[in-house]
């Protein structure tokens, strides 16, 4: 393990019941964060990015594999380790009558005081109450205190699990400035998240996973790169769809009368040399988002092996 590396895991699996009943929350996650990266992680509700956070947290223990946090397993680094991280949950429990500023006071004298100059300046970038009682705070403005209490003390790793639940467009744009400000400071920040067009606007490098596995893992210009462009080519007269569909990186091939419609990933001069051999009249090529590469994962079938609760 490199001195850089921040967050390791290796076959981690994590596994609940038994026989028949038994369900894979994680399966054989292999996954590795660089110090100083902003890493998205990415997928919808169950596919396994809470659990993954919680073994990373020694919240709960893995059935096989391993997991370390600075180079320590989660178990081994306990409170010292724990102390080095900012960590939003995607579900927070807040109630009680103290005010938003008193909790956030007392969780910063637990920490020796660390960050307690920082409350109101961030409270104000927020837009947070702190004199309002936590019970009385809409979902939106709980949020907003599980964010700062995460970066209130400068933590060297952050892990936000769903950061943005409840925050209004305005308030998630200044929560991203937070982030990289957090990085400009050498944090590393682990986010997990549902919402492709924030990870995308502040991840170096991006894993998406499904069912416990990770399915694709790279820099997001290489993943918008693997998401492909949509291509459409007008002829003068119908063509037979059959040869464009065996070229190399072209698929969803579509004729309609004299338009041709494809996904083309990767190259596309074997395309280019095929529709040379007719008459073209028009032609575009558009890029896909990464959401369409995402959604291309989620839309396989699904695999005995796979099927799961989305308790995860």
Avoid at 69 to 82: A, I, Y
Wanted: glycine share 10%; aromatic share 4%; hydrophobic share 40%.
């Amino acid at each position: 393990m490199s001195a850089d590396t921040v967050i390791r895991t290796e076959g981690l699996v994590k596994a609940y019941g038994s026989g028949n009943r038994r369900v894979l929350a994680l399966d054989g996650l292999d996954l590795e964060v660089q110090r100083g990266e902003v890493f998205g992680f990415l997928g919808p509700n169950g596919a396994g990015k809470s659990t993954t956070i919680r073994v990373l947290l020694d919240q709960l223990r893995p059935t096989a594999g391993m997991a370390e946090v600075f180079g320590r397993s989660p178990v081994d680094g306990g409170v010292g380790t724990r102390a080095r991280i900012g960590y939003l949950p995607g579900e927070l429990a807040m109630g009680g009558r103290a005010s938003a500023g008193e909790l956030l006071h007392h969780l910063t004298a637990l920490r020796g005081g660390r960050g307690a100059e920082r409350i109101d300046d961030l409270a104000e970038r927020l837009t947070l109450d702190l004199d309002r009682p936590i019970r009385g705070l809409s979902k939106g403005n709980k949020q907003k205190v599980g964010v700062i209490q995460a970066f209130l003390h400068r933590p060297e790793l952050l892990i936000l699990d769903e950061p943005t639940s409840g925050l209004d467009p305005l308030l998630q744009h200044e929560f991203l400035a937070m982030v990289r400000e957090a990085q400009a400071d050498g944090a590393t920040v682990f986010m997990s998240s549902h919402v492709l067009s924030e990870v995308e606007s502040v991840a170096g490098r991006v894993a998406i996973v499904r069912a416990g596995r990770i399915v694709d893992l790279d820099e997001v210009a290489t993943l918008r790169h693997h998401a492909g462009q949509r291509i459409e080519l007008r002829f003068d007269a119908p063509v037979e769809p059959a040869p464009f569909a065996a070229l190399p990186g072209v698929s969803d091939v579509e004729v309609e009368d004299s338009t041709l419609r494809c996904l083309l990933r990767g190259e596309p001069d074997a395309l280019l040399k095929a529709a040379a051999g007719h008459h073209v009249t028009r032609w575009s090529a558009t890029d896909r988002e990464l959401e369409d590469l995402f959604l291309d994962h989620y839309r396989m079938p699904v695999t005995p092996e796979e099927v799961a609760d989305d308790d995860r």
